[in-house]
């Protein structure tokens, strides 16, 4: 019987720990694992040594895991949304709601099929390097996608409620839901202002994860009432009184109701203006980021420089398969670098590690090569590259040309 070794020492021409006061980069770096956490990362020569079997990976980078800050896997079903039809254009938001709202339900696709397709979503995930995701869903029967997985998924109940037919349901359900179900609100215009208060206040300390400033058709129904979205409400029985327009953007409509806070979430952030920013800033709100989403249905381009210059550090997120052609996160990486080249590559690659493990509050625990943290992470073939100026670069500009492979 063969007896498992307590640990190894994996061997790389790069290794990327992504911790704070250590070297971005090691050329010729190690991996010292033992009991499957790892014990030390450094260069080579530092384990002359080391009383545990040697595995090299050659060309390849060491990095820690991706994490998927923004995702719904239950509508992985709904592939090619955007697609089908042309009621569609670019940034017509409440055109693609409507339509993604009309579909769902109505697609023929049953319960078994839709959790077997978003299963199945969710292992690519998992091949393209993810560790971690949080998860939005409608239907409690999502909540299990991930059992059985490696990948941890923290799923999150969204409750939508702005209409005056919905949002009364809405607010009974997220009376009646047992405690331990985490609870989450779509957004400024799809969430009636109490209701989202309600579930922040519910959320307590917990992840609180909320749609914001995605699209100009959004900036004009929250400040204004007006627009597309108000079209889409008023054709489904009219907006909840409760909702009542006072000239404000997102940010500032949310930081009213008191819910944006550390442990808030504003996943998008495309349509955000310098004081926006500033107020994200000083909330110390999480922003993340979902580029492919973004491009996907044409809503704009968010302004990451200068969520960086005011010290916003986002995560990424590859949003559903009804508003992304795949669930990749170097994809995400890839189309951010081309939006915004003048931001470091170093960065994106934080944002799609350990940055988005932070924001998830998973910081202690992943997205980092460092003592403590469990031996698993993905070996990233870089073949031809010695540059190490290169390294960052080739790998935020690999998207789907990106090979890896698991190391445990
Ligand atoms: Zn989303």
Redesign the pocket.
């Known amino acids: 019987m063969a007896i498992e070794p307590e640990g190894y020492l994996h061997l790389a021409r790069f290794v990327v720990p992504m911790v704070d006061g250590a070297p971005d980069l090691l050329v010729n770096g190690a991996v010292l694992t033992r009991h499957g956490r790892i014990v030390a990362v450094g260069p080579a020569a530092d384990f002359p040594d080391p009383g545990v079997p040697l595995i090299d990976h050659g060309e390849a980078v060491l990095l820690p895991p991706l994490v998927n800050c ?1 995702c ?1 896997l239950e509508l992985s079903h709904l592939a090619g949304l955007a697609e089908d039809g042309p009621w569609f254009r670019p940034g017509e938001m409440a055109a693609w709601i409507e339509n993604l709202l009309n579909t769902r339900g109505e697609d023929g696709t049953g319960v078994e099929e839709q959790l077997f397709v978003a299963r199945q979503a969710l292992a690519g995930l998992y091949a393209r390097g993810c560790i971690a995701v949080a998860d ?1 869903g409608n239907e409690q029967v999502s909540a299990d996608i991930g059992a059985g997985f490696k990948v941890m998924v923290g799923f999150f109940r969204e409750v939508l409620g702005m209409t005056a037919a919905l949002a009364p349901r809405a607010r009974e359900l997220a009376a009646a839901v047992a405690a331990d179900i985490s609870l989450t609100a779509h957004s400024a215009y799809g969430t009636a202002p109490d209701l989202i208060q309600t579930l922040k206040q519910r959320a307590g300390e917990g992840l609180f994860s909320i ?1 914001l400033s995605e699209s100009l058709e959004e900036l004009e129904f929250v400040a204004l009432g007006s627009g597309p979205l108000a079209g889409f409400m008023a054709r489904r029985g009219g907006v909840d009184p409760a909702f009542s327009p006072a000239g404000e953007s997102p940010p500032a409509f949310l930081d009213r109701l008191g819910v944006l806070d550390r442990n808030t979430l504003c ?1 998008h952030c495309v349509h955000v203006n310098d004081d926006d920013i500033k107020l994200l800033a000083a909330r110390g709100a999480g922003v993340c980021l979902c580029p492919g989403s973004n491009r996907y249905l044409g809503v704009g381009t968010p302004p990451v420089a200068a969520m960086l210059a005011a010290g916003i550090r986002p995560g990424l997120g590859t ?2 398969l009804a508003s992304n052609d795949r669930l990749d996160l170097w994809q995400e990486m890839k189309i951010l670098a081309r939006m915004a080249p003048e931001v470091d590559p170093g960065d994106i690659l934080r944002m799609a590690t350990s940055w988005g493990s932070d924001i998830l509050g998973l910081g202690g625990d992943i997205g980092r090569l460092a003592p403590g943290f469990p031996a698993v992470f993905p070996a990233v073939r870089v073949p031809g590259i010695t540059d190490p100026d290169e390294v960052f670069s080739s790998l935020v500009r690999g998207g789907g040309e990106i090979e890896l492979e698991w190391v445990q």
């Open positions: 923004h719904h939005i749609h996943v949003d559903s």
